[in-house]
């Protein structure tokens, strides 16, 4: 019997999966698979170390990665760790809502609090160089992927990523079928 195609059976296409995948590939700091509660708290220490972030950054993002870590585990006790394609069925599930300008604003409060933590200087925008922080903080050190992912998100070429710049950027990452928008570069990692 054929195998229904990815597509048909989430509803969203293959290359919005891919990019799923790749962000959860990203958040997967030790790489080994899974999603784990220890992957958000070495995060959370790595970006608190290397981005200077605040007292309520910290607490903010410590908030918002346990909720992502209770959504990851689908409400189930004693689930230390998640393999990466059940956590990518439950985002395809977030993403195709019925209810998607909820869902889109949850996205944008969740990385306008990523951008807080990134903006390590607080002057409202990223340098290059916070961004290659954040992403140090998660095990990526290829500065030609930084690089590109930087001229990605500035959209204005100013040198530097606006709040909005950062959040349309991780919008149209999560809810748009367009691969013109360069947006699968921001998390799909040469590890």
């Known amino acids: 019997m054929a195998q229904m195609s990815t597509q048909a059976s989430t509803g969203i296409s293959d290359y ?5 995948r790749s962000y959860y ?14 992957d958000h ?13 605040t007292p309520k950054d910290v607490e903010d993002m410590a908030r918002t990665l346990t909720c992502w870590w209770e959504y990851y ?4 006790e004693n689930v230390t760790k998640v393999p990466i394609p059940e956590v990518v069925q439950r985002a395809i599930a977030f993403c195709t809502t019925k209810n998607l300008t909820e869902a889109q604003n949850k996205t944008r409060a969740d990385f306008g609090q990523m951008f807080d933590v990134v903006d390590r200087n607080k002057d409202g925008s990223i340098t290059e ?5 954040y992403y140090k903080s998660y095990g990526v050190h290829d500065e030609d992927f930084i690089n590109a ?3 990605r998100m500035d959209e204005d070429r100013d040198g530097l990523i606006s709040r909005e710049e950062y959040v349309k950027a991780h919008v149209a990452f999560w809810y748009s079928d367009d691969p013109e928008n360069g947006c699968e ?6 590890k």
């Open 41 to 53: 708290e070495l995060a959370l220490k790595n970006m608190t170390e290397l981005c200077n972030a």
């Open 129 to 133: 160089e916070e961004l290659r922080i």
């Open 185 to 190: 570069a921001l998390y799909d990692v040469p």
């Open 25 to 38: 590939r990203f958040l997967d700091v030790n790489d080994d698979g899974f999603i784990t509660k220890e």
């Open 73 to 76: 585990r689908g409400g189930k």
């Open 16 to 20: 919005r999966i891919n990019k799923i």
């Open 149 to 151: 992912v930087f001229k």
